[in-house]
């Protein structure tokens, strides 16, 4: 049975380390423009391997951690013609609070890296070099509601030339209550409450499909209140806009023949006065700018009765930083 590829791996690191000898090649003193090629594996504890290359990387993984487990990367650095000089293994960690303040983890960088510092014209290197590395991803974790580790490999030959995997993104999201604001409105007395909707799947949603297109900042999703005679049907498009991660602004589309409103909602002082974007039927309202100072999350409200609110636990891990427009359709 011939070995799989992340067994070749493993065993050639492992004669590496016994010093079992390779074949050099002979670096010319004109470079002859060649480029490396470079991969970079990522390995769960599951044992299910995900390659990622510069052109994107394999998806069966998911890009979603449980936190607890242990994370083993192993690159490689391949040009035949003038050999490898350097293989290098970067992990970006940035942790998020659930006001959207953002915190950069300083991990080393590179995280691990095999250089031959006497690969050079006219000299010899070796044709592969290879490198490991691993993360314990519980410790990271810390008080944050959310951890985004960005990962990537770049691979350098003997004449400087430089080759970098795409940088993808694996992320977990601290498990957290649904939380209604505080406040009377959200309980009248006689009426039933509006729908509890957590942002989870749109961040899962978002961070997944970026690392498969890294150069989308647009994304929309399809939200709905709860099935059945009153089910309302919006749409959301979410997308980059230069704000801060504890800035957000928004926008109410109305495309019924009714009118609908949007308030932003400060939890942590329901007396507070927020803004209203009230929209005649087939309307639409000004952008509303907001921070994590002033609102908790934000509430629909159809006739009168409030019909959808947003989970102020995670609010800001999906719409901090982000430019969003809600279309009401039904």
Not at 284 to 294: H, K, R, V
Request: neutral net charge; proline residues 9%.
């Amino acid at each position: 049975m011939r070995p799989s590829a992340p067994l070749l791996s493993l065993l050639a690191v492992a004669a590496a380390a016994l010093g079992c000898p390779a074949k050099q090649v002979s670096v010319p003193t004109q470079n002859p423009n060649s480029t490396p090629t470079v991969t970079l594996d990522i390995v769960p504890p599951s044992g299910k391997v995900a390659t990622v290359t510069g052109k994107g990387w394999d998806t069966a993984l998911p890009a979603e951690l449980s936190g607890t487990e242990e994370l083993s990367f192993s690159a490689r650095c391949r040009d035949a013609t003038v050999g490898c000089r350097n293989i290098e293994i970067f992990v970006d960690g940035t942790g998020s609070m659930a006001n959207g303040a953002l915190q950069q983890l300083g991990l080393p960088s590179p995280r691990n890296s095999n250089l031959d510092s006497a690969a050079a014209p006219g000299g010899s290197a070796l044709p592969e070099r290879l490198v490991t590395t691993k993360l314990d991803v519980g410790p990271l974790r810390g008080s944050f509601a959310m951890l985004r580790l960005d990962v990537s490999a770049r691979a350098t030959n003997s004449f400087g030339a430089t080759v970098a995997t795409q940088k993808v993104t694996l992320f977990w999201i601290k498990p957290a209550p649904l939380v209604m604001p505080n406040c009377p409105s959200f309980a009248p007395i006689g009426s039933p409450p509006p729908d509890l909707e957590d942002v989870h799947s749109l961040v899962a949603g978002m961070l997944q499909t970026r690392n498969t297109d890294p150069s989308r900042t647009q994304f929309v999703f399809a939200v709905y209140t709860k099935p059945g005679p009153g089910q309302r049907t919006f749409q959301l498009l979410t997308e980059d806009s230069g704000l801060p991660p504890n800035k957000a602004s928004v926008k109410l589309v109305n495309k019924t023949g009714s009118p609908k409103s949007l308030l932003t909602v400060n939890g942590a002082n329901c007396s507070a006065a927020g803004q209203l974007l009230q929209v005649p039927s087939n309307g639409s309202s000004t952008e509303a700018l907001f921070d994590a100072t002033n609102t908790t999350t934000l509430v629909l409200t159809d006739g009168g009765h409030d019909v959808l609110v947003w989970n102020e636990a995670t609010f800001w891990l999906f719409f901090g930083g982000k430019r969003s427009t809600f279309t009401w359709l039904q």
